[in-house]
């Protein structure tokens, strides 16, 4: 008997839901301390923000397409317009490639950028578990500085 506890679907609007929440991080920092804030010898959010985005789909096309090509961080990127279009752009591409990957397929084993094999759907919930990481950074990061960060919970 198989036992799921969330359909495709479901964890795709999960993470999603994650997703509208980062973004809304994204748009409550200054232009300023988005790229050049960040305490104790951290990264910007800026900085964090391009690796989500050049781990999520890049990850999801690898899944896809078989491909273990490596991924780059260092996307030129360099407002919050820019980050904000660039996420938003993902958002389709990544419905769109999440949804081509088979639940048969989750437990496979994969290679991920030719450096992390494990199975496909541990790949996919480490990219929603760093995203969370992440964005607590953001979120200190905005309370460090007196912005109030929205409700981690209004997903």
């Known amino acids: 008997m198989k036992a799921n506890i969330l359909t495709n679907e479901e964890l795709l609007k999960h993470w999603q839901g994650h997703r509208a929440l980062t973004r809304r991080v994204i748009e409550a920092f200054p232009e300023k301390e988005l790229f050049e804030y960040s305490i104790g010898g951290m990264r910007t959010f800026a900085d964090l923000v ?3 985005l050049s781990i ?3 990850g999801l096309e690898g899944i896809v397409t078989n491909s273990t090509e490596g991924y780059n961080h260092n996307l030129a990127l360099t407002t919050k317009t820019d980050l904000l279009k660039a996420w938003d752009e993902a958002t389709p591409k990544i419905n769109d490639l999440f949804l081509q990957i088979s639940e048969e397929r989750f437990k496979e084993d994969f290679n991920l950028f030719g450096e992390y094999k494990f199975p496909i759907i541990q ?4 990219f929603i578990d760093n995203e969370i990481h992440h964005r607590g950074q953001g979120y200190v990061y905005l309370r460090s500085l007196t912005i109030e960060p929205p409700f981690f919970w209004e997903r």
């Open 56 to 58: 999520a789909v890049p």
């Open 50 to 52: 391009k690796e989500l």
């Open 123 to 126: 790949n996919i919930l480490y």
